[in-house]
């Protein structure tokens, strides 16, 4: 593959927010047809957490995920497309993305396709995170504890996420489908842009606005396509699905989600800055935005993500709907936890509630939590050292639930309606983040060796 000589129109299309949510077909065929030069796909995210980097289990669906890079993949060999998938399996470490491998070659095999693959690593060792701790040179995301060696050490795996620069050193070397660990959601679609000669500021926007997909299109929704046509210094934005259409508002809504700043996004090799973007409806459908800044770091970075095992979860769901004891909840869990811990004797337990109808989803900052419903759900997540522990001090808990003689009860028992049977679930392995922080690279050559490259003939095998 080479690279353009001169920057031109480039034309990009995102299959969805994530790639194994269900790609519409019938608009990717709509994005194929009015020509396009490379097809991007996101595949994951944090969003659900630090289980899934933790346990190196995959986020999607298998079935869905082969069908949707199934769709991508035909669409991509079928007219001449690169295929760049980023955030491979959900996390994006070496399991994620040997799972999505594997999909790949099954594909291939019953296909009948033959092309060269790509595959980007993005776990890290965690010998070089603490090498740049040491030298200063890592701080911690917005709310995010400093960072420290023993942190480092305690994590399952670890992995960084990847600018623009291994996708095109993969399609550099002739790839036509790349799969990708961690990436930077703009980066997947901003790589083919840049290598063909488009600057990195409206070639990344361009990217944070194709990331979710349909999302920035009116009516919104992940799951469905969007296009971006980038020339020079502007984009436009365009809905192959006749259903939608993009407005200003709707790409300027979503400029503003997800991020820590209201016209400030960090990159790798520096901040895109929004405050003079122009939005500018076509009369098509579609949107026109310019005015995009770029302002590059004196010194690249990469962001880390890891996860560390902090225990083995239990939980105990029920509903109440008995006024008296609504009106003494918190005495009630109080009493509960008290009686069951101390009944447990186990060291390493923790115990905590979420109540569903009073502060369950916003807890502390929940302006109406002194004007619950006529009836809670209450959660109970029991968090110990192994699962046999979790879920004895659990079973332990229900049993003081039932019958928690709580002031002014007007009954003995029979407090809270189990919906399930099992009354106690055991839900495996918890993990959090004890990584999410920013490291300065000790050179720029890092925004590609930290990310090794393999490359196969897929579907080449007798």
């Known amino acids: 593959m080479t690279a353009p000589s001169r920057a031109r129109a480039i034309r990009v299309v995102s299959p969805g927010g994530s790639i194994g949510y269900g790609v519409n077909a019938d608009s990717l065929q709509r994005a194929v047809a009015s020509g396009l030069d490379v097809i991007g796909a996101d595949s994951g995210s944090t969003d659900m957490g630090p289980y899934y980097l933790g346990s190196g289990r995959p986020y999607h669906s298998r079935a869905t995920m082969k069908r949707d890079m199934s769709l991508i993949i035909e669409a991509g060999l079928a007219n001449g497309l690169p295929v760049l998938i980023g955030n491979a399996g959900g996390a994006g470490a070496d399991p994620h993305l040997a799972w999505a491998h594997e999909i790949i070659k099954e594909i291939a095999r019953e296909k009948g396709m033959s092309f060269t693959l790509a595959l980007v690593h993005s776990q890290q060792e965690k010998r070089y995170l603490k090498e740049r701790l040491a030298a200063g040179k890592v701080r911690p995301m917005p709310g995010v504890p400093e960072l420290t060696a023993e942190r480092v050490d305690a994590c399952e ?193 923790s115990l905590n509630w979420i109540v569903y109808g009073r502060d369950g989803v916003m807890g502390e900052m929940e302006p109406e939590r002194d004007h619950p419903g006529h009836e809670v759900g209450i959660l109970a997540q029991i968090l110990g050292p192994s699962q046999e522990v979790a879920h004895d001090v659990a079973a332990l808990l229900e049993a003081r639930m039932i019958g928690f003689p709580y002031s002014g009860a007007k009954t003995r028992t029979a407090h809270v309606a189990f919906p399930f049977s099992p009354l106690v679930n055991d839900t495996g392995a918890v993990y959090r983040f004890s990584v999410l922080h920013v490291a300065e690279l000790a050179k720029p050559s890092e925004l590609t060796s930290l990310f090794p490259i393999e490359y196969f003939k897929v579907g080449a095998e007798p």
């Open 157 to 349: 795996r670890i992995v960084g996420q990847m600018g623009v620069e291994p996708f095109i050193e993969a399609m550099d070397h002739g790839a036509q489908v790349v799969l990708a660990g961690r990436a930077c959601d703009s980066a997947i679609f901003a790589a083919y842009p840049v290598r063909a000669g488009i600057e990195a500021g409206p070639a990344l926007h361009m990217g944070k606005i194709l990331e979710c997909g349909a999302m920035s299109a009116v009516p919104p929704t992940g799951r469905d396509c969007l296009m971006a046509i980038v020339d020079g210094d502007q984009f436009e934005v365009v809905a192959p699905n006749p259903a939608r259409k993009v407005t200003p508002f709707s790409v300027a809504a979503h400029m503003v989600y997800e991020v820590e700043h209201p016209y400030l996004q960090g990159e790798p090799t520096g901040v895109l800055d929004f405050s003079d973007v122009v939005f500018e409806e076509t009369g098509n459908r579609s949107t026109l935005v310019r005015g995009t800044q770029f302002h590059v770091h004196q010194r690249p970075t990469i962001r880390f993500e890891g996860a560390e095992r902090v225990g083995f979860r239990s939980i105990v769901l029920g509903g109440i709907r008995d006024p008296f004891l609504i009106a003494k909840l918190d005495e009630y869990m109080a009493g509960c936890t008290e009686q069951t811990l101390a009944l447990a004797d186990q060291p390493g337990v």
